[in-house]
């Protein structure tokens, strides 16, 4: 049982999390298409997702996974039910390690490389359960951009999560 000095740290941190994981989904659903150019967008609600999921594994739960993956369904027009089943999917076969709760800062790259595995299952699911509702397969290649461009992206962003921990930590 957690003393009552930690829980408004996790009341705090719940609602962080909660601000984050709005705050992508609402940038994820802007329309972001350049004239004549890529629609490109990086899966910004599965970065911060993987983020928390370091940093806080227990505010992760399967149903917290399934309900931000609704969420980015409703929110850009997709199938109903794509990026929910990617997203359980790509945690179920790669979610960070509980055994050593690890900071973003200090294994970047090793944090990165898992993130890439989760995106490219996450990706290789949406494209397969897409084609198969659809009825037919269908390009890759936006999910392909999508992919290269979250991957390229997530050390970025979690190397801003990780200096804003550490700036909080020693103020």
């Not at 967008?41 to 940093?55: D, E, K, N, Q, S």
């Not at 990165?112 to 299952?121: E, H, K, M, N, V």
Request: aromatic fraction near 12%.
């Amino acid at each position: 049982m957690r003393s009552s000095m930690d829980r408004p740290v996790v009341a705090g941190s719940a609602a962080v999390m909660t601000f984050t994981l709005v705050l992508a989904l609402i940038v994820q659903a802007a329309p972001t298409r350049i004239p004549n150019g890529p629609d490109l967008m990086p899966l910004l609600p599965l970065m911060v997702l993987y983020i928390w999921a370091v940093r806080r594994p227990g505010f992760t739960a399967p149903w917290v996974i399934f309900l931000v993956g609704l969420a980015t369904d409703f929110l850009t027009g997709g199938l109903l039910g794509v990026w929910a089943l990617s997203f359980l999917v790509g945690f179920a076969f790669a979610r960070p390690p509980v055994e050593e709760p690890a900071t973003p800062g200090g294994e970047l790259l090793p944090i990165s490389l898992r993130f890439a595995a989760l995106a490219g299952i996450v990706l290789v699911t949406a494209w397969a359960v897409g084609s198969l509702a659809l009825g037919s397969w269908v390009s890759p290649a936006p999910l392909i951009a999508d992919g290269v461009l979250s991957i390229l992206l997530f050390p970025l962003l979690a190397f801003f999560f990780a200096r804003r921990k550490e700036r909080s930590t020693f103020s």
